[in-house]
Nanobody, 116 residues
Framework: QVQLVESGGGLVQAGGSLRLSCTAS????????MGWYRQAPGKQRELVAS???????NYLDSVKGRFTISRDNIKKTVSLQMNSLKPEDTGVYYC??????????WGQGTQVTVSS
């Protein structure tokens, strides 16, 4: 069983920055794919960024060049640095862990609100 705890959300003006962090416990963190998803009101949850155990990252096109995902396999943390935030980045951000058995675990979510 994997438990994920997120922190770092909040309210920021457009153009500002936020850093989200997620700490995992249980499971085999170093070989799990970690990701950040977001869900805006009335919209489906979407994958914002993911990173493999070896550090290969992928991003949603709309956040490329603005967001950076990183992980620390020793500390079992994954972070999302969000710069040049836009109002359309507003949503609840969820940390996700996908195991080699394709099981998905989710954090409780953290609200990010970007004001214009």
């Amino acid at each position: 069983q994997v438990q994920l705890v997120e922190s770092g959300g909040g309210l920021v003006q457009a153009g500002g920055s936020l850093r989200l962090s997620c700490t995992a416990s249980g499971g085999f963190f170093s070989i799990s794919v970690m990701g950040w998803y977001r869900q805006a009101p009335g919209k489906q949850r979407e994958l914002v960024a993911s990173i493999t155990g070896g550090g290969i990252a992928n991003y949603l096109d709309s956040v490329k060049g603005r967001f950076t995902i990183s992980r620390d396999n020793i500390k079992k943390t994954v972070s999302l640095q969000m710069n040049s935030l836009k109002p359309e980045d507003t949503g609840v951000y969820y940390c996700n862990s996908r195991t080699i058995m394709d099981q998905n675990y989710w954090g409780q979510g953290t609200q990010v609100t970007v004001s214009s």
